[in-house]
């Protein structure tokens, strides 16, 4: 048996899990606060749905996915990314006839068949949205928003936002053509996923991170250069809206990201404390994916954050997303016959929402004080035998050693009281 996690993967440990969860509990409150419900989409789909929705010109779906052919010999895969599940979710369900926009958000784990680096894994998570139904471009500006509020909230200070327009349907074409022309003598001496994206899709050229393709690209003709009148108005609408919100951005026209069904709006939130890509966030609109799919005409937009990406550019700001509290109060028992007592104390205190801790390893006065202690929970109370036939304890502070007696029939209310009143009093 090989006792080792796979390659890629990784455990999320509970001395770890509140900045996982202070994470999650943001988004879902700033995603609430821009009217977004949640969306829960399941963990695998037919394959097809990804070649479809993400597209098989694609890096992730041409490398990346993890397939299989299920018991029924199906071929299924593991999300690679959430987009292609929500739109099919969004289509099978009829959420087109829902009054627009459909703002949706999900909080995922994603499955990719990638080569280990620093913020690269083969199991991730990714936070994200999707808003269908509104062609923007204020939309677009609201998600970007959404973005914001959440690093403000969470307390890191926004890192480079760029954007960029890919240009429609419409003026796509002209630009393909100059790319064609422009590469024409110069892929030759490119890398072998660049002589594969000429053939297919010369703009994914554009987003190659090769030393040697480099050179080619930075001179390579940019799509906004292309872009037809109505791409030209959503993208200064986009930025006149984004200036009245007085989020900083910068135009970087060598984003074209990595999927295939973006359109116009594109975006990214770098930084470079967070591996060789430096993304923590991409985005970006998607009119034509829906109906691609099988459903409605109806635009969409959306993003996908790297939760391991942001959670290393909050530790290297040097954010603390919380520390993890420790249950409040410890009771510590003098004997058998209070060690019953303390035992169903503990399942009250419980009940009525007062976290605390019992002894459950035969340890004697000492130890359980010294175990309290490790644990560095607030509060205490003993009982002995003398408590039990009393019905009287002294509830103590442990920093200081501040103290009050208590009924132990009222235990949970007066406990509650006293925790509240000397939190004030620090
Ligand atoms: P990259 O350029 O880093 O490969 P991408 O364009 O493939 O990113 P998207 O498909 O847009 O990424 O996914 C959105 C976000 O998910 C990325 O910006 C990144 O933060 C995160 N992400 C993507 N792939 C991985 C991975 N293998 N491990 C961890 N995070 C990832
Ligand atoms: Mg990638």
């Known amino acids: 048996m090989k006792l080792s996690l796979p390659k890629g993967t990784k455990d999320i440990l509970p001395n770890q899990i509140h900045l996982w969860q202070k994470a999650e509990r943001v988004f879902a409150e700033v995603c609430a606060q821009y009217g977004f419900s949640e969306i829960r989409i399941p ?4 394959t097809d749905i990804f070649e479809r929705g993400v597209g098989n010109a694609t890096d992730v779906v041409r490398k990346e996915m993890y397939t299989f052919e299920d018991k029924g010999g199906r071929s299924i895969t593991l999300r690679p990314e959430g987009t292609a599940g929500v739109v099919r979710s969004f289509i099978e369900n009829g959420m087109g006839s829902m009054p627009s926009p459909v703002k949706l958000f999900y909080n995922i784990t994603a499955f990719r068949y990638e080569k280990m680096q620093k913020g690269r894994y083969r199991e991730f998570h990714q936070f994200g949205v999707e808003a269908f139904g509104s062609s923007g471009p204020e939309i677009d500006a609201e998600i970007i928003s959404l973005l914001c509020t959440f690093f403000e909230r969470v307390g890191i200070a926004q890192t480079r936002l760029c954007i960029n327009s890919i240009g429609c349907p419409s003026c796509r074409p002209i630009y393909h053509q100059a790319l064609v022309e422009y590469f024409s003598d110069k892929v030759a001496a490119m890398c072998d996923d660049c ?17 040697r393709c480099k050179p080619f690209v930075t001179e390579a003709p940019r799509q906004i250069e292309y872009l037809c009148q109505d791409c030209r108005t959503h993208f200064s609408g986009l930025q006149a809206s984004l200036s009245s919100l007085d989020i900083t951005y910068e135009v970087d026209p060598s984003i074209v990201r990595g999927l295939d069904y973006y359109s116009r709006t594109v975006f990214e939130f770098v930084s470079d404390h967070v591996g060789t890509q430096g993304t923590i966030c991409g985005g ?30 909050a530790e290297s700001q040097g954010v603390v997303l919380s520390e993890r509290e420790p249950v409040k109060l410890c009771l510590v028992h003098m004997s058998d016959a209070s060690y019953q007592k303390v035992f169903q104390l503990a ?4 009940r009525a929402g007062i976290s605390c801790e019992v002894d459950l390893m035969g340890r004697s006065f000492r130890a359980q004080m010294k175990y309290a202690n490790k644990l560095g929970i607030p509060y205490m109370i003993v009982i002995g035998d003398d408590e039990v036939a009393s019905g009287k304890a002294k509830i103590k502070r442990m920093k200081d050693g501040f103290e009050m007696d208590i009924e132990i029939s009222d235990l949970p209310e007066q406990a509650a009281l006293f925790m509240n009143e ?5």
Not at 295 to 308: D, N, R
Not at 347 to 350: D, K, P, S
Not at 422 to 426: C, L, R
């Open 43 to 46: 963990t695998f789909e037919h």
């Open 195 to 211: 002589k594969a994206r000429y053939e297919i899709n010369p703009q994914r050229m554009i987003d190659c991170k090769e030393q």
């Open 284 to 313: 970006g609109r998607y009119d034509r994916l829906v109906e691609t799919m099988g459903g409605p005409s109806v635009p969409g937009i959306g993003f996908a954050m790297g939760v391991e990406r942001f959670l290393m550019e």
């Open 347 to 350: 399942h009250r205190l419980r």
């Open 422 to 426: 000397s939190k004030k009093e620090i």
